[in-house]
T-cell receptor, first 115, second 111 residues
Framework: GAGVSQTPSNKVTEKGKYVELRCDPISGHTALYWYRQSLGQGPEFLIYFQGTGAADDSGLPNDRFFAVRPEGSVSTLKIQRTERGDSAVYLC?????????????FGPGTRLTVL | KQEVTQIPAALSVPEGENLVLNCSFTDSAIYNLQWFRQDPGKGLTSLLLIQSSQREQTSGRLNASLDKSSGRSTLYIAASQPGDSATYLCAVTKYGQNFVFGPGTRLSVLP
């Protein structure tokens, strides 16, 4: 079946602009995760959804970052007033159930560049 | 705070060699550990998932072991091939909490 998909694959924006990144998880997966990966580093956790609710948003760096999952499937990561330091690859993953007891499946990522 | 390290940071071996990648974590109270592969410019592909109650998992030429008490996991790759060249990452989690990733080991298998 289809894996996790993310759009766009690349996004270039100017400092101060607003961006939205979309994630389509594997059908039937209740848990969805957002990570951010900088060059040469492992992914860094941002937020975890169980169904429609954010079960853990402790990784969001500041209030410019926000994510939603209104119907428990597709999720959107929103970044306001982008800064050059937000440039990274944003990865989305889903698992059948949450709680860290299931295998995570990752999408290809969105490469965000803030000029 | 959980911290995950991986040694070596980079490794280059000739084709056909067996090799071991290491992952260490500071908090042994984990729920599971997962090994991933990442090709340049791509997302992560899951290789093996080890639950905390397990000591190892095998898939084809890959074998991952877990020693929770000492905070270590190893990924063993048998008879390496050029197609195995990628970055290998390990990640750990406590139940109900987020995954914490290591920085990865960049593997090059030379033909």
């Amino acid at each position: 079946g289809a894996g996790v998909s993310q759009t766009p694959s690349n996004k270039v924006t100017e400092k101060g602009k607003y961006v939205e990144l979309r994630c389509d998880p594997i059908s039937g997966h209740t848990a969805l995760y957002w990570y951010r990966q900088s060059l040469g580093q492992g992914p860094e956790f941002l937020i975890y959804f169980q169904g429609t609710g954010a079960a853990d948003d402790s990784g969001l760096p500041n209030d410019r970052f926000f994510a939603v999952r209104p119907e428990g499937s597709v999720s959107t990561l929103k970044i306001q007033r982008t800064e050059r330091g937000d440039s990274a690859v944003y990865l989305c993953a889903s698992s059948l159930m949450g709680g860290g007891n299931n295998e995570q499946f990752f999408g290809p990522g969105t490469r965000l560049t803030v000029l | 705070k959980q911290e995950v390290t991986q040694i070596p940071a980079a490794l280059s071996v000739p084709e056909g060699e067996n090799l071991v990648l290491n992952c260490s974590f500071t908090d042994s109270a984990i729920y599971n550990l997962q090994w991933f592969r990442q090709d340049p410019g791509k997302g992560l592909t899951s290789l093996l998932l080890i639950q905390s109650s397990q000591r190892e998992q095998t898939s084809g030429r890959l074998n991952a072991s877990l020693d929770k008490s000492s905070g270590r996991s190893t990924l063993y790759i048998a008879a390496s091939q050029p197609g195995d060249s990628a970055t290998y990452l390990c990640a750990v989690t406590k139940y109900g909490q987020n995954f914490v990733f290591g920085p990865g080991t960049r593997l090059s298998v030379l033909p």
